[in-house]
Every structure is written in C-alpha cells, then in structure tokens.
C-alpha cells in the first residue's frame, strides 16, 4: 500500500463532525401518543368552554335598516363600543390597499405637492392638476356618515355621549401618521397648494377645528378608516360610551340613534349597519373559537379511544402469532 | 445509522423500489398540503371574522390578519418539521427553535418604531405585531392550527404503524421499558471509521467481519479525539483492528 493523503484534509475526529452528537430521538409509541391524545383533547375541551361561555355572555346589538328608535330590553354591561359596519366593501382590494402614501401621512410636506406616490392615482391630482391631500383611494373612500345616540327618558332624548379619543391604534396615532408643522402659525397654510380629496366634503386640516389633536391626519375617525379591513364584512370603531351617566352600561330602555347618512353604499351593493358590543378577556363575541375547540377536543378523545382499541387489537394478534 | 445499514440490508428495499417517491406518496403529500392550505387560512379567517380587541380596537384589519396567518403558518411548520426529525440533536434544537426565535425577532424588529421612521413607506406594519400578538385569542387560534394540521399526521402515522408497518419501523429499537421517559442512549457507533482508513484493507478482505454477529447497540463511549496515530474512535461495530 501505499503512503497515504496528508493528514491535513482529515476531518476532526470529534462528535460534531462525525456525526456521533448524543441525541433524542422520539418515537411514537402507543404510550406516548394515546396518553398524548387524551390530555389534547381534555385541555382542549376547558378552553373550548371557556372560550364558549364567554363568548356567550358578550352582547352584541346589531341595528340594520333606517328604523331609528331600538329597544334595549336589558342592561348593557360597559363600557360599550359602538361601531358601523359595512358589507361587499373590498377594502383588501390590492391597488385600493397600496393606494395611499406613507411618507405624505407621515407629515413630509416634500411628497405634498413635488413628489406623491404615483398608486395615489387617480386620486392624486385633481381635474385642475392641483396634487390632492391625502392621496389615494383609501383616502378618498373616507366612511363619512355621523351617529348621534340618545335615551328616550320620560319621552325626552337624552344625549348618550360617544367618546371619539383613542379608537384608533396607539401606534397609528402616535408614530405612523404625524401631521405637518404649521407654516405661519396657520395648520390650513401647511397644506397651501393642495386640494382636499374628491369624494370629501371638507379638506384634511378640517376635519376636527375644535381639537388640534384630532385635525388633520391624526384625526381618529380618519385613522380607523385607513387601518383597511382584511375581510369585505367588517366593522369599525366609531366610539366608545363609557362617560357620565353611562359608565357603567347601557340601562335598558328605548334608544334613539340619529344617523346623518352621506355615505353611498347601494351602486355597489353594500349594506351598513351599526353595532354595540361590549368586550371580554378574549375581546369580543365570535363563537367560533370555543366551538372549533370543544369539536376538536372531543375529536381527540374519540380517535384516542379508536387507536387505543386498533392498538390492543393488532397487540393482541401480535402476540398470538408469535406464540 | 451505519450500523443498522449492516445489520438490517433490507432497509435499502424501499429506495431501491422508489416507495417513497411514486405518484402515491406525491399524492398524499398533495392532499395533505391542500388540507394545510385551507385550515391555516380558514381557522385565522373565521376566528377573527366580526371580532376586535380586549379594548374594543380593531383586529381583523389587513394586517393583523396577515400576521396571524404567517404565524400560524410558521409555528405549524416547526411542529411538523419536530414531528419529521428523527434524532434531535443539540443542532436540530438550535436550528428548530432559532427559526421560530428568528421569525418573531425579524417580526418586531420590522414593525418597530423604528424602522417606520427611518422608511415610512418601506415599513407600513409598524405596531401590527404589538397589538395583534397581546392578544389571548391570536394564541388560541395559533394552537389551534397547529394541533389541525399536525395531529392527523401523528394519527395517520401511529395507525399504519401499528396495522402496516414497513421496514424501517421495525428495525427500530424496541423503547427501554426501564426507563421513565423514551431516550435512546447515545449513538456513538462509528464503522465508518475503521472503514475509510487505510491499514484496514487486510481486515476488510478477510472473512473475519463476517462472523461475528453484531450487537443491536453499541454502548456510548468516549471518542479518543484527535490522535497522532489514526485510530478508530468509539466502538467500530464490535470490531478492533487488533482483531479481538
């Protein structure tokens, strides 16, 4: 034979690179896997009633239809929030989702006029060339009808104050959208030299005189709006009753809602609706969750017991035939 | 491992048969994924379908939705990728669990603060993850289809062990009844030690090999380390080059 190679190329001769690293290897035994099953299936079926129960004892009121006074025949645990829905509202339509700058609703004033963001159209300038603010289909479509909730009290209305603060994202307020800086102590002059999108009734710097931190783009209702929606039934904060009178919940009784309708939902087929929830630990009503996990809970168990009797079975025969 | 390749030559049937890649098993792997596909969309769409927060805020926008299906999709697939590994060695934990650490470090890290101010446009999810993933039914629904997607491959695969089982189920070893917990004893058999090296040639060409019968497991044992003189670490399948 023979010198060999050099001993330099040799691999270490250790358990890493040998592959002789100690190791775990699972196996799965009848002991393994139908205690395992069982176990699933019994701490699946106390999440799912839990998750069932709960879900049960949220309260959920949906008002559809332009009747205007609701009975609300028990009472409504708070604090409860209301919200509009819309249905056949493709707000994850993918050019009506990208349609919209980042850098414009963050408060650079440079992508104001010189540069918007070219899926901004056609809804980035207007029909004189003037660059719109904010940009975008999603802009545009903002959801523009007004609620007003009363209590028919002894036949009078009373007002039942919605709490428009902080329904929207902390961090959509706080560090995606910044308004631009005043020019001249004036927010109206910050937006000199650009339009209000085509389908709003008032322009940007409008949209709340009486808070400046609720004008322009940090305005909550605008916010909510442009948190677009993944599925085309959905609903959206509009605000919350947890003030005065009504901390505590809603006392049963008749109830006036007062829409201000200018928002056009019927050429595309949509329907709107109001809703009045109030939350939980697992937030708020979908019985889905506790059902899927009682279903696949008692499904655990079942094919538990099928392999048990399979295994006992095919053991059995086992040891018959080496016998 | 080497030497189950010596002692169990059938083991070799199934590749030479292309069991395990004929239009069967391309078939199975095919209904399974179309299954997988549809649970992890399906369970994330109708668990957050018409809901919202513990604080009333919204949590079936695009975005959230999106971070719920990829983590369900993520952690499903590191169980099922658990479930396939036959030897966890401190390796596979590393990597197993790192890839589940990495995805939800680069998670936060993109839908930081930060990264939003620096490119507001390149970086559109910023708090997604702090408020999707605080909530106790994103966890729920997450555990949810994992346990869908996993358990009927654990169920599939006890039953046609138990009723049908190949080769390579039964070359495995029986589990030590005596212990509490299935942990197989360190694997440290290395034949292809002696078998690479030179000076064996004598050994390997000699009927010597073939009459000893060889021990089902080799009990572990230190490996030498490196060594001036080449010699085979461990226990070489029952073997030494003195010829014992």
């Known amino acids: 034979m023979k010198a060999g190679p050099s001993r330099t190329n040799r691999p270490d001769n250790t358990a890493f690179t040998q592959q002789r690293l100690p190791a775990w290897q699972p196996i799965l035994s009848a002991g393994i896997v139908i205690p395992g099953f069982t176990l699933i299936g019994l701490a699946f079926i106390g999440v799912g009633v839990a998750l069932f129960v709960t879900s049960q004892k949220i309260t959920d009121l949906e008002v559809r239809g332009k009747r205007d006074t609701h009975a609300v025949l028990f009472f409504f645990q708070g604090p409860v929030f209301f919200y509009y829905g819309l249905t056949s509202y493709y707000q994850n339509f993918r050019t009506y989702g990208v349609s919209k700058d980042g850098y414009q609703l963050s408060g650079d004033t440079y992508y104001f006029n010189v540069r918007a963001w070219y899926s901004c159209a056609p809804y980035q300038y207007d029909s004189n060339n003037n660059p719109i603010v904010p940009c975008g289909s999603i802009a545009n479509s903002m959801f523009s009808d007004t609620f007003q909730l009363y209590q028919v009290v002894n036949g009078m209305k009373k007002q039942v104050p919605l709490d428009g603060k902080g329904i929207a994202w902390w961090t959509d307020y706080n560090i995606k959208y910044s308004n631009p800086a005043l020019v001249n102590g004036s927010f109206a002059n910050a937006f000199s030299g650009t339009v209000k999108p085509v389908n709003w009734s008032k322009p940007v710097y409008e949209l709340d005189p009486t808070d400046q931190a609720n004008n322009g783009f940090l305005n909550q209702n605008f916010l909510v709006w442009m948190r677009q929606a993944a599925l085309p039934k959905f609903q959206k904060l509009y605000g919350r009753i947890a003030e005065g009178d009504y901390a505590q919940g809603l006392p049963a009784g008749n109830y006036t809602l007062l829409i201000n309708y200018s928002y056009p939902v019927i050429s595309f087929g949509g329907t709107k609706k109001v809703v009045l929830s109030n939350v939980s630990w697992m937030g708020g009503k979908n019985q889905f969750l506790g059902i899927a996990y009682l279903v696949i809970g008692s499904l655990c168990i079942v094919m538990a017991m099928v392999m048990l009797i399979i295994y006992a079975k095919y053991k059995f025969t086992d040891d018959d035939e080496d016998m | 491992n080497d030497c189950y390749s010596q002692s169990y030559p059938q083991l070799y049937?199934?590749?030479?048969?292309?069991?395990?890649?004929?239009?069967?098993?391309?078939?199975?792997?095919?209904?399974?994924?179309?299954?997988?596909?549809?649970?992890?969309?399906?369970?994330?769409?109708?668990?957050?379908?018409?809901?919202?927060?513990?604080?009333?805020?919204?949590?079936?926008?695009?975005?959230?939705?999106?971070?719920?299906?990829?983590?369900?999709?993520?952690?499903?697939?590191?169980?099922?990728?658990?479930?396939?590994?036959?030897?966890?060695?401190?390796?596979?934990?590393?990597?197993?669990?790192?890839?589940?650490?990495?995805?939800?470090?680069?998670?936060?890290?993109?839908?930081?603060?930060?990264?939003?101010?620096?490119?507001?446009?390149?970086?559109?999810?910023?708090?997604?993850?702090?408020?999707?993933?605080?909530?106790?039914?994103?966890?729920?629904?997450?555990?949810?289809?994992?346990?869908?997607?996993?358990?009927?491959?654990?169920?599939?695969?006890?039953?046609?062990?138990?009723?049908?089982?190949?080769?390579?189920?039964?070359?495995?070893?029986?589990?030590?009844?005596?212990?509490?917990?299935?942990?197989?004893?360190?694997?440290?058999?290395?034949?292809?030690?002696?078998?690479?090296?030179?000076?064996?040639?004598?050994?390997?060409?000699?009927?010597?090999?073939?009459?000893?019968?060889?021990?089902?497991?080799?009990?572990?044992?230190?490996?030498?380390?490196?060594?001036?003189?080449?010699?085979?670490?461990?226990?070489?399948?029952?073997?030494?080059?003195?010829?014992?």
């Open chain 2, 13 to 244: 049937e199934p590749g030479q048969r292309s069991l395990y890649f004929s239009k069967g098993a391309f078939i199975k792997c095919a209904l399974h994924s179309c299954y997988s596909s549809l649970v992890l969309f399906f369970v994330p769409y109708a668990a957050v379908r018409d809901s919202v927060s513990t604080d009333g805020h919204d949590i079936a926008d695009h975005q959230s939705f999106a971070l719920l299906t990829q983590t369900c999709l993520t952690v499903t697939v590191c169980v099922q990728l658990g479930l396939d590994l036959s030897y966890w060695t401190a390796v596979n934990h590393l990597f197993v669990w790192g890839s589940l650490g990495m995805y939800f470090l680069v998670t936060f890290t993109m839908q930081s603060d930060g990264l939003h101010r620096l490119y507001a446009s390149s970086f559109p999810f910023v708090g997604t993850a702090h408020n999707s993933l605080d909530q106790v039914t994103v966890w729920l629904t997450v555990l949810l289809t994992a346990v869908l997607c996993v358990l009927p491959v654990v169920v599939h695969r006890f039953l046609f062990m138990q009723l049908n089982p190949t080769i390579n189920d039964k070359a495995q070893p029986p589990p030590p009844r005596r212990r509490a917990r299935i942990r197989r004893s360190s694997t440290r058999c290395s034949g292809y030690a002696f078998s690479y090296a030179y000076g064996y040639g004598d050994l390997v060409t000699s009927k010597r090999f073939l009459r000893r019968p060889v021990p089902l497991r080799s009990a572990g044992s230190t490996p030498a380390g490196r060594s001036a003189a080449f010699r085979p670490a461990g226990r070489s399948a029952g073997y030494s080059p003195s010829g014992q």
